[in-house]
């Protein structure tokens, strides 16, 4: 066994067909029986910081700024920032290399103690499938993708970002403790049932978002 070998919160029945080994993580790339989509897909190997100070302004994540209002996020260099508070935000690190520039008393990795989950889909499966699991109004119309809402899927306390909210491609991004992930995910997965909602491995994400 590698010393410093890592494991996701969550794993999925289905057969990878594709793995790589990420700064300790195994990470399904792809697997077998992916479909045509909705995918669920887990990120939980990508980095994510908390970031708290009474001055937020004065940040630059990834020379990215952190937006002014709670609820607003930001998606630049690879970095999804989210403001969650007058003096909180989240950094998640969703595509490309780490990051050099995050660290600093401010910033705490939460990475380990964390589940990430991305819904991607046409706008009909992923927010259909997400009415089943919350009761969070992820189809507000007053408000322009990403943004973030705060409160509980399946009655577990979350970070639910809608990252994108288009008729053909969309996708929703939670995070929640570690200890509900494989919970999660498995509702998750029978809420999309109908849907044919399949586990997929990071490609899926990569492809969704150069398109």
């Known amino acids: 066994m590698t010393a ?4 996701s919160p969550v794993s999925f029945l289905s057969e990878p067909a594709q793995t790589e080994i990420h700064d300790g993580w195994k990470v399904v790339l792809k697997y077998s029986d992916e479909g045509n989509g909705p995918f669920l897909i887990d990120l939980s190997h990508r980095n994510r910081w908390d970031v708290q100070d ?6 630059q994540p990834g020379e990215v ?3 002014e209002n709670p609820g607003q996020c930001t998606f630049q260099k690879g970095l999804l920032i989210n403001r969650m508070n007058p003096t909180q ?13 995050i660290q600093g008393t ?3 990795d939460i990475t380990e103690g964390s589940a990430c989950l991305a819904l991607v889909g046409s706008a009909p499966c992923v927010f259909s499938i997400m009415e089943k699991v919350t009761s969070l109004d992820l189809l507000f119309p007053g408000i322009e993708p990403p943004f973030l809402v705060q409160g509980p899927v399946s009655h577990v306390p979350c970070q639910v970002v809608v990252l ?3 008729e053909k491609e969309s996708a929703v991004i939670f995070t ?3 200890g509900y992930g494989m919970s999660m995910a498995q509702a998750l997965l029978d809420a999309g049932a109908e849907y044919d909602l399949r586990p997929a491995g990071e ?5 969704w978002i150069e398109k």
Request: aromatic share 12%; glycine share 2%.
């Open 4 to 7: 410093n070998q890592r494991y």
């Open 203 to 207: 490609t899926a994400f990569s492809n």
């Open 176 to 178: 929640c403790s570690r």
């Open 89 to 101: 935000a989240a950094v998640w690190h969703l595509m490309g290399d780490r990051p050099d520039k």
């Open 54 to 59: 009474a001055h937020l302004s004065k940040f």
């Open 164 to 166: 994108q909210r288009e």
């Open 106 to 108: 401010a910033y705490t």
């Open 65 to 67: 700024a952190i937006s």
